[in-house]
Each structure stands twice: as C-alpha cells, then as structure tokens.
C-alpha cells in the first residue's frame, strides 16, 4: 500500500503537466515510448487479434471485389449463422486448450447430443427436456471425457479421441442410422426466429461468446485455467485442485456440445450422427490461428472467434465464386500455417 | 599414487576461468590427470565441479585458461571434438536412450552400417566384446536398455564411453544411484579400465569411496582449486572437509536471538515413503527456523514436499497446531496455513510468461473471488502490499516474472506466502540461483518472518546457510535424521563430516 499512494501521485503529476484530466490512467503507461508500446500491444493478444481483423477486411475486400453478392446483408447473416455452430465449440476448445488440453470429441458429441435429444421418446416429453437432454448429454460426455484425464491419468488426445470414436457409435446405435425429423415446432422456431432481422442463432452464438469471455477473463475460473495450462506443477504446488479443475474444463466444453446440438438440430430440423464430422479440426485450427498456444497458458477466445470468422468467410466466398471446396481447404491450410509461422515470428522479435 | 607421478599427464588444465552473467563459477582452476589413474575431483555444491567438467566435454567454452591433452594445447568447441579426442562423460542422469536396446545404445550415433543399412549384428558384436571386457557378460545386448536396473545401465553407458576409444571417462557421481554391491561391480570396472591406460575423473561427496578407489584428489572450493593431487588414500579426512570448508565470500546472516519458546505449530512424526525417507520426526515452534541438512539425493526436498501433501506418505503424519493434515493434498495443506517455496523455482513455482500479481494471487485466488469473479482492485492492492513489504523490484506487479532477477523471482514465491497469511513455510533452496545482494535481503527477510511467528523449515545444500539462519539442524543421510542439534552448536565441518564420511558405517 504504502508504495501504491506515491507512485499514484507521480501518475498523477505526470498527467497535470501533460494538461490530460483523466486520471484513471494505468499507472504503467509512461508516455513518450511509442515504440515499446507497438511491439508490446504486437505481442498482447489484442496485436495478435488486430492481425485476425485485418485478415478479415482483407477477405472482406475480395468478397466486395469478386462477388456482387457478397456485402447483402442475407449473404453476411449466412455467414454469422454457419460460424454460430463451429463458434460455440470453439469456445469450449479454447478453454480446454488454454487449460492445457485437447478435446477432439466436440463434433461428434454434439452430434450424439442431438440424436439422443430427438429420439421419438425425447420428443414425447416437448421442447424443453429436448434442450435439457441435449446439454445433459454434452455435458456428460465431457464429464467423463474430464474424468478420465484427471482422475484415469490417460492423455487427453487418447481420451477425447476415443470419444470422438465411441460418440459416432452411439449416435448410430441411437438413430439406428437414419436422420430423426424434429416435430415439435418449438425447436425448429430457435432457427427461424429472428430478432431485429438478425437470426436467434447468432443471438446465441454472441451470448455464449459472451459468457465464455467473461469465465475466462473475469472470474477465479478463468484465472485458474491459465495458470493450470501455462504450469500445472506450479499451480498444483500453490495449492490449485488441478484435477478438479480440469474435470471442470471438460464439462464446460461438453456443455458447449450441447448447445450446439440444440442449435444444428433446429437449424435442419433432424437428429443425425452425421452431424459435425470434422467439426473437431475446424475449432481447434480457429483456436490455433486465433493465436492461442496449443501447449496451453497462453490465448484468448477473441482470437479464436476471428479465427472462426475469418474461415467462415472464406468458405463462404468460395461459394460465391463457384469454387471447389479442394481449393478451399488448401487455402485453410495454408492460413493455419501462415498464421502460426506469423505468431512465432512475431514472438521471437519482442522478448 | 607411484603409478600416477611416474605417467606424463594425459590432462593439463591451468587457470581456467569461466563466467557467467553474474557469477564467476570457475576463477583460475589447475587439473592434471595422468593415464591410467584414479582421479577424484572434490568440492561442495557450487565449487565448479560440474562447470569444470562441461568445460572438458566442449559444452561450455572457457573464458580464460590453458588445456593441454596429450601433450598438445587444444581447445574443444564442442561436445563432438571432445567425443572425438577421446574424452566421454557419464553424467548423473544417464544419457541414455531407454527405449533402443544395449547394442543400439552402445553403438548410437557410430552405428555400424553398410550403404546406409544399419547392421545390427555387429553392433552386437561391439556391445558383447565391450560388456565382457567390462566384466559384465550376462547383460544381454537386445535387452532393452529401460529395463535394467540403474547398475547395468551405469555399465552401458562405460561400454558406449569405450566403443569411442575415450582414453579419459568423466563419472559424475556414479553411486549415488547405486548400492553397496553395485558400488563393488563398478570399482572392479573401474580398475578394470585403469589398467588398460585408460584414466578416469571420478566425482563423488562419498570419501569412503574416494579412499578405496581414487589415486589422487583435487579439491575446488568458490571455483578456484585450493589443491591440487593430494594422495587420495593418505591424506586425513579433517585435511579435506578443512579444505573444502571455509568461504571466501561471507554473507551477511542476520544475528540470531534467543531460543524461540513459541507453541508448536507443526509436528511431523514418523513421516516416510518408501525408497525415499523413513522414520522423519520433527517438531517446529512459531517463529522457530528449523533446517534440514544433507547432500543431493538425502531425501530433503522429498521430505518438504510430503509434509506439504505434494506426495503422498506412506508412513506417519504431519499435525498442524495439533490437526492431522489430509496425506497427499496440497489444497488442504495450504488452507490449513502451509506454504512451500519449491527447490526449482521456475518449473514449479513460477507462471513465467505471467504478470507478477498474477504469481503472487495464485493460492488466494477464491479470498479475491466476488461469487467467482475477480475483484480486480483488491487483489491489486493486497498483492503491492505484499511485494512491497518483500521490496520485488521493479516495483510494478504488472511486468511478467521472466523478466526478473533470480532474487526478485524468490520474492515473488515468499510474497506468495505473505499474502496467504500461512503459519508454516517450507523453503527448498531458497537461496538457488539468487545473487549475492539478493541472498542478504532474503535471509533477512527469512527471520523476520520468523519473528512474526511463522515457523520455519529450510533446506538448503549450503551448509552455512543452514547453520546461520536455523535454530536447529537435522542432519540427514540417506533418508534418515542421523543428527538433530541447535544450529549454533554446529560448524560446517562437523556437517560434512556427518553426511559424507558417516556413509561408511553402513557400507562398509
């Protein structure tokens, strides 16, 4: 405290000779260093976030450039409602990942969660134990996707992975295959529904960003992801429940399955196992250009939004240009790959 | 001793002098091996044993100084020139590959091959003449090299050291993962070596050991030799340990004041965990600084870590103000007012890429927690009180830990502690890594916690540092409390001579 009070005063000082009034000022701005300022905004994740959003005026330029299509505002809802999907799994891989994890699972457990919630008996109960089952499923197979890393001590690729297979299985076994029709109009109203002529999806998609954001920045939750996925050793020795912790992590990704699941099912208006195949690289290459370290500690779900736009756009202008989709994800590729190789640049030049 | 003066030195190594930012870890050493000897390279923790010999395996490239091998001065700027002059190193951890098999490990990085096709079968026929030349040809060369136990392993690596054609083999402390009939086998191999012409530096705190199978010692003390082919057999041990002792640099430890007379916070009774320690009884009074002394390997870190839950007992119990503590948790240690400052600082205590406040909050996280979310600016303003109190520079808890000094980053992990409010501190190498300047601040600020009536226990490979700063000292061996006295009724000599020469009671 004591050296607080004179360094606020010095703050201060500095602002009254600078004739600037505000003085909420961080206390560790010194003016007059422009240039440490740049490479340290470079290397913080707003920088890193900036790159994303330019990338995104730059497709934005194309897509104006190519397709007279592309700027209606029909063609931009379509965009933000195919990224509402892969986005709320994104949220869920970004929190896994920052913890120091992997979940490969998200696509098809929420594909499983929409198959078990529009069973013919499911659909008996009406729109709302649908919902609820959906999210219980996804949130249970993240409970034992967590438990298994945690307390089974088996790497998490293997866990998530072996979900991932056993998810597809069940889905089948439930559906027996076939696509199950949604009947209750409750659920297929969630798709159609749209507020100020934006639809209710992305309504969702913004609130579970929303709420991600806030776990992850905000709350003891989120402060004790990152210190679990940059040491684990060290939080555990700070007393951290590190294997709690993580079991959380998981059901919150599962969670986030399961809302995706509630989303697609009303969106098609069916429960199927083919749902969100690949979907699990989808998320995890957003996470990754979104500029969060695979290794963990290290990220922000902004960036991994961006990183969820920015290949919904170009999905999408591929579309509009009448291209194969071989192309398309050669250039995807090619962006995780210029975006990785960017990051670490750009972290090797700032110490 | 007579083989060893009669050879011309194989080795010549004259006032070599090794920097590094801040410390000058060899300052003008002097070492002659001759072919054919035994010679064993003494010192305590931080003498420069272990710089010297990165030196001689081309790993660091000296400042200063002059080497002569075989007559002629060189100077290896690598790892591979000293390879391929002929001197191999088998460190402490073994550099092995656990996964390939004994041929492919003896043979590794010189594999037989023909047109780019490795050829198995004479690598086999390398590693079966090498073992049976060691004296060792029941160990099978397909075995997997993961699967032998650490005395084979220790075999495997001689025999690689020789499929080389090393005319000199470094041993960095060698038993000390072995037992007394392992020991045996080695020091038959060993002889076995020297008589061949081939010389070997041979490191180890065990005297016993240096008695039976050295020629001749050289003994480093603060990076300078203090001297230089003393008759290892002949010369006392009193010589030595006054030899080894003694500091050239004096820190300035606080004055100690009176007996602490405060109630006993922690009690540990019969703590233990099988092949690491057995039968650890201490008690530890508020505002009492208790040490644990004891070489490498003695079980003074993994004694820290089980009274603070981070393993788990498999014997007795640890009570603190007379509550029995939950074995191995470390959350239920820490609400109940433990902390540890952990031997590796920056692979277990630090989030290195994180803000200073983000380090410190750590363990209290959920008191800053308003239902779940942070209060920024409480957490703010207890973690500058706390760093502040401990005097972190730079002062500003936003800048991320990696950029601090080795001193401040202990700060940092003390603040911790600080903040918590804990009754216990646990402190594993406090001083590690930390300068001069900082380790003054740090003993200091070590009593005044003290003093406020938090109870102590410190390890420490620096034995003065025990002895200054504790109230009382446990001297540990293998494991065991051998010795418990006030710290003032304790030189270092006394120490060494406890935790070095008591060894040959049981070995012998």
Redesign the interface.
Known sequence: MSVTDPERRLAAADGSTAAEPTGAEPTGAAPGRRRPDLARLMDSGVGRNLGLVAVLAVLCVIGVATADTFATTANLLIIMTSASIIGVLTVGVTMVIIGGGIDLSVGKVMALASVWSTTVATQSYGPVVMVICALAVGAGAGLVNGVLIAYGRIVPFIVTLAMLISAQGLAEQISGKRSQIVTDPGIAAIASTRWLGIPLLVYLFALVVALGWVLLNRTTFGRRTFAIGGNPEAARLAGLDVRRHTVLLYVVSGLCCGIAAVMITSLTTTGSSTHGTLYELDAIAAVIIGGTLLSGGRGTLIGSILGVLVFTTITNLFVLNNLASEVQNIAKGAIIVAAVLFQSRAQRTTP | MTRASSAEPLLRMRGIVKEFPGVRALDGVDLDVAAGEVHCLLGQNGAGKSTLIKVLAGAHKPDAGELEWDGARVSFGSPHAADRAGIATIHQELDLVPGLSVAENVVLGHEPARLGFTRPVGAEHIARALLRRLGHPEIPPRREVGRLPAAGQQVVSLARALSRDARLIVMDEPSAVLDSEEVDNLFRVVRELTRSGVAVVYISHRLEEIRRIGDRVTVLKDGRTVARNLPARDTPTAEVIRLMTGRAVEYALPPRGPAPTGEVVLEVSGLGRRGEFADVSFTVRAGEIVGLAGLVGSGRSEILETV?G?RRASAGSVRVRGAALRPGS??A???AGLG?C?EERK????????PVY?NVS??V??R??RG???AADAEH?SV??A??ELDVRP??P?RPVRTLSGGNQQKVVLA?WLLTGCSVLLLDEPTRGVDVGARGEIYALIRRLAAQGVAVVLVSSDVPEVLGLADRVLVLRDGRVVHRAPGGELDEARVLDLVMEGSRDERD
């Open positions: 603070y981070g470390v959350p240690a820490v609400r540890l952990p692979s277990q205590a630090l989030l290195l890429d994180e983000r750590l363990p996280l959920s800053f927690g779940g979310f942070m303003a500058r009180a760093t502040a002062a500003d936003s911790r």
